[in-house]
């Protein structure tokens, strides 16, 4: 008779807890992802390092030709401006103005990041609560496309303009209720109290402004197109009355952005795939109350406004992808097993708020059990995931964590581990470095030594 080897399987013991999936209950995760848009993770991992983010030029492409697609097939005027916000590396950026995409910014280091990156200043739009003279005055100079945030904002704007013996188009800022999401009150003029219509009364008046456009943004991962009908709406209700009281022609409506992302938030339990909805919806959500609005316009003899859309995490989200090796393994005392990986909420803050979707690259073989996925920060708050169903995973073993491009290459923070490298697959089945990972000498760059405090 024949001896069989069989392979060896690592043991463990199971605690039967009632309500909870157990060894009769859980199903092995046999799923794995072993390629990031065509390319072997071993490979990444062996040429990059690890931890590594990986963005995907063709997926991004996608992304913005998608949504042009569903609104400038229902709508007539559409712009698009890219949230520099939700990620503002060179090639991100670059690779949305080559589809099209005006820039949208909220600082002056975004403003002068879209113009170094040669983006006309006509085809940027200034949001944000914050604008120094200093900034001011040069975007006055150069023609950009400013959104006011409130009256201490308009007045500033205005004496910048009369000093530089200049009217100037401006668009104003406005919040509301749509009766679907929570208010984002913080920014902006308010509707119901007569805020918005007092300001733009106040720069109908003004020698040196001129309304030209209403903007709004009703907020983020919005998960019911209900809520732009209602903006879009609302919006064009402000409009006509703007009109009305103050005589000056609105030439643009901008919706901002908050399109949800293939992502599940804390506390949703259904898959992404049956509760976000698709770009089309949006799309159409939208788009039907702005034709509505064009063809009463139209009707009487009046121009219809342009449709701007600043959709940022929707466009890059699904594109982006973090890959991260086990460094441990533990069990913590309540018996529930739990990973230590390189990759922590330092470089992955928006697992704060969302269950990234976590896979294997590879198959492990072994019993799933509740396990907790730690970073590697000497916090108690690192938790990449604070529960999900994994095999017994070994050091060196190397996760796929996704969709990961929104948020967090600009909302990462130096602390404790440098920031990895970030690559960029494209098309033609290459990959080029967008971002070196840091060392000691890029951090401490920026950092002064007093003489006398240079020796010890």
Not at 106 to 120: D, M, Q
Not at 241 to 269: M, P, R
Not at 342 to 361: P, S
């Amino acid at each position: 008779m024949t001896n069989q080897t069989k392979t060896w399987q690592k043991p463990s013991l199971l605690a039967h807890k009632t309500g909870l999936m157990n060894k009769v209950g859980a199903v092995a995760q046999h799923h794995f992802i072993s390629e990031v848009d065509g390319h072997p993770v071993e490979d990444l991992m062996k040429a990059y390092g690890s931890p590594l983010f990986v963005l995907s030029e063709q997926g991004i492409r996608d992304n913005v030709r998608q949504l042009r697609r569903a609104f400038e097939t229902r709508f007539p005027r559409v712009i698009y401006a890219w949230s520099y916000k939700t990620n503002y590396l060179n090639a991100v950026c670059s690779t949305m103005h080559q589809e099209g995409a005006w820039a949208e910014v909220v600082s002056a280091f975004e403003y002068e990041k879209a113009r170094a990156l040669g983006v006309p200043a006509d085809r940027i739009l200034f949001n944000g609560p914050h604008k120094k003279r200093s900034i001011l005055e040069r975007v006055v100079e150069e023609g950009g496309r400013i959104h006011i945030d409130h009256l201490d904002e308009l007045y500033l704007l205005e004496d910048v303009a009369a000093k530089a013996e200049k009217k100037i188009s401006v668009t104003i800022r406005i919040n509301f209720d749509t009766g679907y999401t929570q208010a984002w009150s913080r920014f902006g003029f308010n509707l119901e109290s007569g805020q918005a219509m007092d300001a733009a009364r106040r720069i109908g008046q003004s020698a040196f402004l001129e309304l030209r456009g209403i903007h709004s943004h009703i907020g983020t991962f919005i998960l019911d197109p209900r809520a732009y009908a209602a903006q879009a709406r609302i919006m064009c209700g402000f409009m006509e009355a703007v009109e009305e009281q103050t005589g000056c022609k609105i030439e643009s409506v901008d919706l901002g952005g908050g399109f949800a992302s293939k992502n599940t938030l804390h506390g949703t339990y259904l898959p992404p795939e049956q509760v976000v909805p698709s770009i089309d919806q949006y799309a159409e959500a939208i788009c039907d109350v702005m034709m509505e609005c064009k063809n009463n316009r139209e009707a009487r003899g009046l121009p219809f406004p342009t449709l701007i859309l600043e959709s940022g995490r929707a466009m890059v989200d699904d594109a982006g992808t973090l890959l991260s090796s086990v460094v441990g393994t533990k069990r913590l005392p309540d018996g529930k097993r739990s990973i230590v990986i390189d990759a922590g909420v330092n470089i992955l803050f928006t697992a704060f708020w969302y269950n990234h979707a976590v896979h294997l690259t590879s198959a492990v073989e072994g019993i799933p059990e509740e396990t907790v996925v730690y970073g590697p920060l000497c916090m108690n708050i690192d938790v990449v995931r604070a529960s999900m169903m994994l095999p017994p995973m070994s050091v060196g073993d190397v996760l796929h964590i996704s969709p990961v491009g929104a948020y967090n290459n600009t909302q990462w923070m130096q602390f404790i581990e440098y920031r990895p490298a970030v690559v960029m697959t494209h098309p033609d089945g290459s990959v080029s470095v967008i971002r070196e990972a840091e060392d000691l000498a890029c951090v401490v760059a920026q950092e002064k030594l007093p003489a006398h405090l240079a020796e010890f």
